[in-house]
Nanobody, 117 residues
Framework: QVQLVESGGGLVQPGGSLRLSCAAS????????LGWYRQAPGKEREMVAT???????VYGEAVKGRFTVNRDNADNTVSLQMNSLKPEDTAVYYC???????????WGQGTQVTVSS
């Protein structure tokens, strides 16, 4: 059974930082593109950051320069370091893994990030 579990969310003040982590079981991250997505109430799901199997990274315009995505294939984890957080970053953050071979996707259950003073 494949499972992705996010952790690290919480409440933080504007300008603060959080680090999210996603751990996988039942699947290897080798040959998977990995990503973080978020969805705020009343808004569409938004791509935050991706880290491809080949080592390239792509960031959403709203978070570019503030967030950093990293991966560790040996530990089957992908993380998202979030700095200079803004209230607009408040959302549920989801981990995504997509096989480059089969194109099959897996999603985590999400972790809440709230940025408020």
């Amino acid at each position: 059974q494949v499972q992705l579990v996010e952790s690290g969310g919480g409440l933080v003040q504007p300008g603060g930082s959080l680090r999210l982590s996603c751990a996988a079981s039942g699947v290897s991250f080798r040959f998977y593109n990995l990503g973080w997505y978020r969805q705020a109430p009343g808004k569409e799901r938004e791509m935050v950051a991706t880290f491809t199997y080949s080592g390239t990274t792509v960031y959403g315009e709203a978070v570019k320069g503030r967030f950093t995505v990293n991966r560790d294939n040996a530990d089957n984890t992908v993380s998202l370091q979030m700095n200079s957080l803004k209230p607009e970053d408040t959302a549920v953050y989801y981990c995504n893994a997509r096989s480059i071979i089969t194109l099959r996707e897996y999603w985590g259950q999400g972790t809440q990030v709230t940025v408020s003073s």
